[in-house]
T-cell receptor, first 116, second 114 residues
């Protein structure tokens, strides 16, 4: 099956710093999504990307759909304590069944820890 | 109102028991899913249901069986629980309208098998 390689696995940063993480796939994707998971909660969608080269922002978060369609990047500017959590990239579950209800496959996550 | 709600939040049980986790979504979505998150936080899809039809069944033991009484509910039954079943189980839903549809997750059920 396809693999999503997400890096770094964890980040220890100071409050106010910018954060960058990325995700690469062994397969070409038509969609990239980024989720955040807080402790004790389910993943919450941050940004969805649907076009190669697309750059989309959501507040201090910016994500890009790589032009090769095999990678994506997430940047967080001026990090704050509530940014702590696990960030997951996700793409369509392969192989496609054709019905559209295939769900998502997830990377292994980037754990973000912020030191005040 | 919670969009995707699952119960219980915590489930502690003995090996060999049978247990169920319930999930309900009020988003009007037509597809629901179960995901398993292991101790390393890796999320893996188990099942999806679309209009009461099982679409995906990954290599999950047949001790796990999804049950959908209607498109707003997808329950997970687990028979003969094993230690390795300990994990967090997430229910999710989406509206099918293309590949890689946005999934909305519940807050999870932490299952501990003793």
């Amino acid at each position: 099956g396809q693999q999503l390689n997400q890096s770094p696995q964890s980040m220890f940063i100071q409050e106010g710093e910018d954060v960058s993480m990325n995700c690469t796939s062994s397969s070409i994707f038509n969609t990239w999504l980024w989720y955040k998971q807080d402790p004790g909660e389910g993943p919450v969608l941050l940004i969805a990307l649907y076009k190669a080269g697309e750059l989309t922002s959501n507040g201090r978060l910016t994500a890009q759909f790589g032009i090769t369609r095999k990678d994506s990047f997430l940047n967080i500017s001026a990090s704050i304590p509530s940014d702590v959590g696990i960030y997951f990239c996700a793409g369509p579950q392969l192989p496609y069944s054709g019905g559209g209800a295939d769900g998502l496959t997830f990377g292994k996550g980037t754990h973000l820890i912020i030191q005040p | 109102d919670t969009a995707v709600s699952q119960t219980p939040k915590y489930l502690v049980t003995q090996m060999g028991n049978d247990k169920s986790i319930k999930c309900e979504q009020n988003l009007g979505h037509d597809t629901m899913y179960w995901y398993k998150q292991d101790s390393k936080k890796f999320l893996k899809i188990m099942f999806s249901y679309n209009n009461k039809e099982l679409i995906i069944n990954e290599t999950v033991p047949n001790r796990f069986s999804p049950k959908s009484p209607d498109k707003a509910h997808l329950n997970l039954h687990i028979n003969s629980l094993e230690l390795g079943d300990s994990a967090v189980y997430f229910c999710a839903s989406s509206q099918v309208g293309g590949l890689g549809g946005k999934l909305f997750f519940g807050s999870g059920t932490q299952l501990s098998v003793l």
